[in-house]
């Protein structure tokens, strides 16, 4: 069963990192491109940055108080991926000022989302990986999620200055959406105490 972790573990990673790698070098040139001020940007930074030192509080009560922290991490990461997805359609749904704000918004859920289940996704990882060959796991893991994030941050960037205006960024953010996706299916596949995590999905 540890091995049959570690394989989805491991590619849940790789897909993550070509996810977040797009969105995190992109997402404020993107939003610029929708008529950000500089001002804007600084407070999505700084939103950004409240949103998740408050967040991680709530995180660490929720895993600390449920037996299912898988289940609490994948459905933290299905919200965040779901802000990227509305991040692709907010030039089509909302006209300046408004969209700005909207796309500034949603940059800020996706990071609350993503702290708010990173308490949890680190027990999961602590219960996944067994402390023998950890080093050597986390080393492999970390090393693809590294040459991963620079092919895609490289290719994502040849394809958005291969489109004029918002177009680029909208489909590599939707490619970001597809990985990350991935990323979610292979956690899905992840064992937590004999029970496969889908199943348990379902039944909600």
């Not at 859920?109 to 990173?118: E, I, P, Q, S, V």
């Amino acid at each position: 069963q540890h091995q049959y972790n570690m394989h989805w573990f491991w590619f849940d990673g790789l897909f993550a990192s070509a996810s977040d790698n797009i969105v995190v070098n992109y997402i404020s040139i993107y939003i610029i491109a929708l008529s950000a001020s500089e001002t804007q940007i600084g407070l999505m930074s700084s939103f950004s940055s409240i949103a998740c030192a408050l967040i991680l509080l709530p995180g660490a009560i929720l895993a600390e108080r449920t037996q299912r922290k898988l289940k609490i991490s994948f459905i933290c990461g299905i919200f965040a991926r779901l802000m990227i997805l509305l991040l692709i359609f907010v030039p089509t749904l909302f006209k300046n000022p408004t969209l700005v704000w909207i796309a500034i918004a949603l940059s800020v859920g996706r990071d609350a989302f993503n702290n708010l289940g990173y308490p949890a996704w680190m027990d999961v990882a602590n219960g996944t990986v067994p402390i023998e060959g950890r080093g050597r796991f986390f080393g492999s893991r970390n090393f693809i999620m590294s040459v991963t994030g620079i092919l895609t941050t490289l290719l994502a960037g040849k394809l958005i200055t291969g489109f004029a205006g918002t177009l680029g960024y909208q489909i590599a953010l939707a490619v970001s959406f597809a990985f990350g996706m991935a990323s979610t299916f292979s956690f899905g596949h992840i064992h937590e105490k004999g029970t496969l995590l889908r199943s348990e999905i379902r039944s909600v």
